[in-house]
């Protein structure tokens, strides 16, 4: 550091001293400039006043006056003398003092009288610097003689010899202040920082940093902004390898079985054969770049699907096919539209795929949402099907399969895993280019009856694209049965009900469960610094509500998620039990969705008017029963309200699984706080120690927010201890590891034939 220091001080002395030349060099040339101009300005007035009297003297041949006109403006500020010569040069008057230097007439003089005009030069005379004005004189249009003017210019150079010597000492001041002041920055600024990054960094080391949230937040490096983030990532991969490894250490003790993501990485990566890689292909990319002004911002959108399957992208250098929405997205890819990621530690490959404005109205708000998805749930809104948006389906299913081909090119035995009902298609376009691929599709969402999805024109490519899959996974048995029979109503197929599995011509499909989960943090080392109490009433302060207890929804404004039902049971509680008036507030945080289909507009709408129907009937001062954010937010933001509520309501109409359910009892570390569930979602299956009801019985559900509010404390403990083990136990890396081992488990005769198969086809072809 003292070698920095230095090196830096020595580079701004000879840097400050060298800008201080260059400086004074530049001023000291426009004074000069300055002073010569103003030189010869006076040099030609005085010429011009003088001229005209001793032209006169010249016309009368008056010597004697020509002598004291010459001699009388001799002792002027700065001029040296006159003289006066006849048109050959010859000198006729000269002021006492220039006679010895200008015993003939200058060549200045002599060019004036040739070219009949008034000229000057600066010119060295006798030792001395002397400017010379020569202005001709006339007699009519006849030259009679030239008149020199002869200034003094030794002053200029003193004077530029005053600024040089006070450059110099206002750089010596300079330079003095600026190491100074530089010693200081490097103290406060430099070493400072570093000095406590380095105790942060030997603390981190030895395992004695922890904080209450689990992250490692390095120290201030302002300066170093890049240096800063590479801290930071080393902290979060020391934290992360650490906490790793006390987890594993902690769960072979107490001989527990939890899966985590440093455990699902190396599971995946044994189960992949040498030379193979994961491929997953979701609409929503895991990485968005989207434009802020003149920089761009990397996002991550929330979602189970990315925190799942990241950590076994990055053990096996996996790539993930992705429609690129951002705005941003199309800047920050290659010539292959690829990219790495993540931006700060990049671990695998992020293919991105383009699609027209026509083609993403077409496939996914058209078939995919206003089609495939009332289909798949059974909430009353009909299913539109239009022959476009089939066409746009087909075509960008085949675009992305043209995609994930170009990335799976030199791969030998790609393992596939294909997300939701946006690519029902896609399955069996791949494998009959690809017979060696394993491929899989995770279906999040419900499946219907048989008699329900016949309302599908397109049924039989639906269900023929998915059974190119070797591997479908749905969330409960339920809609596995579903899709069974379905497609022992619908294509020609030989079931094996015992197995679970479709036989279709010479390709056998599996058929599972795999209940999705979420991420189970553990408690944090350190207590909360505050209660649920104070984060309850806070939370509440910045609403601008006043109320002792708490209730909170968190969906998308989707006619699936019961929202309206829901408000229908809050107003009937406070009918019912006007005791919890001015008491209780529910806090719907609904994120908008697809809003320019016409049936999200409506609903939208109709949510904000029921809100504010209910709020003007029972509203009172500073309490209110309903309050709607009606807006994006991320999981940081509703953490706090999950820990805060007294109860979560959930109360879809009709759901694959639902992880807001499992997110609420992840986020309470204080085993407190009720779910209420609808029992027309997946998560219901799992989840019974949660308070279940229909939600399309308004007055159930009114009585479930009565039974949770008054239910005693030690029974909420035993309920949220049950489902706490259950949801960390079946956490999201159980799912993708059950997913994704099955997947590696299809036999390999099974893809040995296949490819022999493929071979002879097409050595025949």
Known sequence: MRLLSARLIVSLIVGVTLVSLCTSYYQVLVLKQGLRKDLQHRAEVLGESLGRNVERDLERDAHQTLDRTVQRFANREHLTGLAVYDPQGTSLAVTAGLAPVMTSAPPIVLQALKQNQGADAFLKMGGAS????????????????????????????????????????????????????????????????????ANWMKALRTGRLATSSGRMKPPDLELFRPLAREVATLAESLNTARTAAETEARLRETAESVWTADRLAVHVRDRLEEG?????????????????????????????????????????????????????????????????????????????????????????????????????????????FRDSDWKYYEEVNRKFADALLEEMEHVSRPVVLVQDYHFALLPRMIKQRRPDARVAIFWHIPWPNPEAFRICPWQRDLVDGLLGS??????????????????????????????????????????????????????????????????????????????????????????????LERFLAIERFLEKYPNYQKLFTFVQIGAPSRTHIKRYHDLQAEIESEAD?????????????????????????????????????????????NLVAKEFIASRHDERGVLILSCFTGAARELQDALQVNPYDIDQTAEAIRAAIEMPPDEKQIRMQRMRKLVRERNVYRWAASLIGELCDVRLETAETATERFRAGASVA
């Not at 968005?288 to 992208?313: D, F, M, Q, Y």
């Not at 056998?508 to 991420?519: A, E, L």
């Open 130 to 197: 002397l400017h010379i004005y020569a202005l001709p004189l006339h007699r009519g249009d006849e030259v009679i003689g030239c008149l020199a003017i002869v200034h003094d210019t030794e002053y200029i150079h003193a004077e530029s010899l005053r600024i040089w010597r006070e450059t110099f000492l206002s750089a010596l001041a300079h330079v003095f202040l600026i190491v100074l002041i530089t010693l200081l920055i490097v103290r406060w600024s430099i070493t400072g920082p570093i000095a406590r990054t």
């Open 276 to 384: 193979s890689r994961l491929f997953v292909v979701s609409n929503r990319e895991p990485y968005v770049h989207t434009r802020r002004g003149k920089s761009i911002e990397v996002n991550v959108p929330p979602s189970g699907l990315v925190t799942a399957l990241e950590p076994v992208l990055h053990a096996c250098d996996g790539t993930w096919v992705a429609h690129g929405a951002g705005d941003a997205d199309m800047e920050m890819v290659d010539g292959h539209d690829r990219l790495q990621v993540p931006p700060d530690d990049p671990r695998y490959t992020l293919r991105r795929v383009w699609l027209t404005k026509e083609e993403e109205e077409g496939y996914y708000y058209g078939f995919a949402n206003e089609g495939l998805w009332p289909l798949c749930h059974i909430a009353h809104t009909r299913p539109i």
């Open 613 to 657: 129907r209910i709020n003007w009937r029972f509203q009172s001062g500073q309490w209110k029963p309903i309050v709607l954010l009606n807006r994006q937010h991320s999981h940081k933001e509703i953490t706090p309200y999950y820990r805060a509520a007294d109860l979560c309501l959930v109360t879809s109409l009709h759901d694959g699984m």
């Open 470 to 563: 070797d591997l479908i996974g749905f969330h409960i048995r339920a809609h596995c049965t579903n899709f069974l029979q379905t497609v022992d109503r619908t294509v020609e197929s030989r079931i094996d009900w015992e197995h679970s599995s479709v036989q279709r011509v010479d390709h056998r499909t599996t058929v599972r469960p795999f209940p999705i989960s979420v991420d189970f943090a553990d408690a944090p080392a350190e207590p909360a610094g505050e209660s649920a109490y104070e984060e309850r009433a806070a939370l509440l302060k910045g609403l601008g509500v006043e109320a002792g207890c708490m209730g909170v929804g968190v969906d998308r404004l989707d006619y699936t998620k019961g929202i």
